[in-house]
């Protein structure tokens, strides 16, 4: 997964607006706040919360 420093620290969570953290095993973005998990799709982060699963 092949997300830049710099971009990871201006994305937030949609649901709750807390920073994200990238789990890069699993190639997601979770939420430190809520605690959604986002998809990382051909290293493009798909920010929707209906695409996002619970922990």
Do not use: S
Not at 29 to 52: F, H, K, M, Q, S
């Amino acid at each position: 997964m092949k997300i830049d420093d710099w971009l990871l620290e201006i994305l937030a969570c949609p649901a709750c607006k807390a920073p994200l953290r990238a789990e890069a095993e699993a190639e997601e973005l979770a939420c430190t706040g809520c605690g959604l998990v986002y998809p990382v799709r051909d290293d493009i982060p798909v920010l929707l919360v209906d695409e996002a699963r619970k922990p």
